[in-house]
Nanobody, 124 residues
Framework: QSRLVESGGGLVQPGESLRLSCKASGLALNNFGIGWFRQTAGKEREFVARISRSGITYYADSVKGRFTISRDNAKNTVYLQMNSLKPEDTAVYYC??????????????????WGQGTQVTVSS
């Protein structure tokens, strides 16, 4: 069974950091583009970051310069390093894998597999 599992979420204060992990089983992540999305109650899931199969990265303007996406193919894991966290970063964060479906990288419909999400709360 193919699945993605996120971990690393938690409660932090503004300005602190967290590193989220997205580990795959039944999938070789080096064959996929991987995206991170986030969602708050009552809002649509929004794009955060993406790393392509070749390692090209993309970021939402709201996180550019603070978040870094990376991949460790040997561990079949993708990371999202989040620095200088703000209260508005509070959300459930999801990772997703794209096998090459046509579409924009920031569109959720491009992604075939999704994790269950991990909660990130930034509050003083």
């Amino acid at each position: 069974q193919s699945r993605l599992v996120e971990s690393g979420g938690g409660l932090v204060q503004p300005g602190e950091s967290l590193r989220l992990s997205c580990k795959a089983s039944g999938l070789a992540l080096n064959n996929f583009g991987i995206g991170w999305f986030r969602q708050t109650a009552g809002k649509e899931r929004e794009f955060v970051a993406r790393i392509s199969r070749s390692g090209i990265t993309y970021y939402a303007d709201s996180v550019k310069g603070r978040f870094t996406i990376s991949r460790d193919n040997a561990k079949n894991t993708v990371y999202l390093q989040m620095n200088s966290l703000k209260p508005e970063d509070t959300a459930v964060y999801y990772c997703a894998a794209d096998s090459g479906v046509l579409g924009s990288y920031y569109n959720t419909r491009k992604y075939d597999y999704w994790g269950q999400g991990t909660q990130v709360t930034v509050s003083s």
